[in-house]
Nanobody, 126 residues
Framework: QVQLVESGGGLVQAGGSLRLSCVAS????????MGWFRQAPGKERELVAA????????YYADSVKGRFTISRDNAKNTVYLQMNSMKPEDTADYYC???????????????????WGQGTQVTVSS
């Protein structure tokens, strides 16, 4: 069982920045693929960014490319999502998730993820 705790959400003006953090339990964090998802009211959950266990492969949704950066610190069991140039359409609940399968690519299918955090709310005002 892996427990995930997100933090860093809040209210920001359009054009501003936030950094989300997700701390995972367990000694095998360094072998997990990690992802950040978001779900806006009335919309389906979508993958925003993902990173392989080594950090060598990343994925970004088209809507956030060039603005968001996913990174990880395996020594701290933490994955980050740096969000810059934020837009009102980035408003959503953001969730981190774990894919415990040991692969060298960033997991991009929601069905690959086994453990989920409780989420952190992000609101971008115009």
């Amino acid at each position: 069982q892996v427990q995930l705790v997100e933090s860093g959400g809040g209210l920001v003006q359009a054009g501003g920045s936030l950094r989300l953090s997700c701390v995972a339990s367990g000694r095998r964090f360094g072998t997990y693929g990690m992802g950040w998802f978001r779900q806006a009211p009335g919309k389906e959950r979508e993958l925003v960014a993902a990173i392989s266990w080594s950090g060598g492969d990343t994925y970004y949704a088209d809507s956030v490319k060039g603005r968001f950066t996913i990174s990880r610190d395996n020594a701290k069991n933490t994955v980050y999502l740096q969000m810059n140039s934020m837009k009102p359409e980035d408003t959503a609940d953001y969730y981190c998730a774990v894919d415990s399968a040991l692969t060298s690519v960033a997991p991009i299918s929601e069905t690959e993820y086994e453990y989920w955090g409780q989420g952190t709310q992000v609101t971008v005002s115009s």
